[in-house]
């Protein structure tokens, strides 16, 4: 039992260019999340998901792009990268929304650096 | 709209001392669930406690507990006998009733002095 994981770990990309953020989850859960964090902040949400086929607009979408296609995978898309997409992102998930149990299970993380 | 204030960027304690955390959110809703995380160095988030808007109990897991004010809206976390390996950044979180997003706060950063 992995939980959740992601790759890369890191990344440099140049402005312009786009990119996959991988995220995995072997638990069986519903709800899929991913988060930013920059650097003295706190986790903002870029996009959620309720299930399979099911995608949501958190707090943060714009220059991202999320796709859940199985209940395992939920990739986060990033075109054009741009210098204030330089981040530390974050995969999660949990079996229950979030007020239920509350409970979300995070990734590693991916330390994007865009120059 | 719902946030989550943690005042405290940095906060440092000794070994085996007991240090507070503050937390205070803004709702108009009654029903609710706060939580605090951990991250370590590690960067893998953790989480330490959660709270039920409806209990008044405050909940406590261990070394860790809250003081949980409603009416003013405050939800501080105390962290009893410190130990090295509690040094991270904490943060608060909140989400309402039949919700499936958290909000988190800025993040405290603990360190634990030896």
């Known amino acids: 039992n992995a939980g959740v994981t992601q790759t890369p770990k890191f990344r440099i990309l140049k402005i312009g260019q786009s990119m996959t953020l991988q995220c995995t989850q072997d638990?069986?859960?519903?709800?899929m999340y991913w988060y930013r964090q920059d650097p003295g902040m706190g986790l903002k949400l870029i996009y959620y998901?309720?299930?399979?086929?099911?995608?949501d607009k958190g707090e943060v979408p714009n220059g991202y792009n999320v796709s859940r296609s199985t209940t395992e995978d939920f990739p986060l898309r990033l075109e054009l990268a741009a210098p204030s997409q330089t981040s530390v992102y974050f995969c999660?998930?949990?079996?229950?929304?979030?007020?239920?149990?509350?409970?979300?299970?995070f990734g590693p993380g991916t330390r994007l650096t865009v120059t | 709209a719902q946030t989550v204030t943690q005042s405290q960027p940095e906060m440092s304690v000794q070994e085996a001392e007991t240090v507070t955390l503050s937390c205070t959110y803004d709702t108009s809703e009654s029903d609710y669930y706060l939580f605090w995380y951990k991250q370590p160095p590690s960067r893998q988030m953790i989480l330490v406690i959660r709270?039920?808007?409806?209990?008044?109990q405050n909940a406590t897991e261990n070394r860790f507990s809250v003081n949980f004010q409603k009416a003013a809206k405050s939800f501080s976390l105390k962290i009893s006998d410190s130990q090295l390996g509690d040094a991270a950044m904490y943060f608060c979180a909140f989400t309402m009733n039949r919700d499936d997003k958290i909000i988190f706060g800025k993040g405290t950063r603990l360190h634990i002095l030896p």
């Open positions: 638990m069986n859960h519903n709800y």
């Open positions: 709270q039920e808007a409806y209990k008044q």
């Open positions: 998901s309720v299930g399979a086929g099911i995608t």
């Open positions: 999660a998930s949990s079996r229950y929304q979030a007020s239920a149990k509350g409970e979300q299970y």
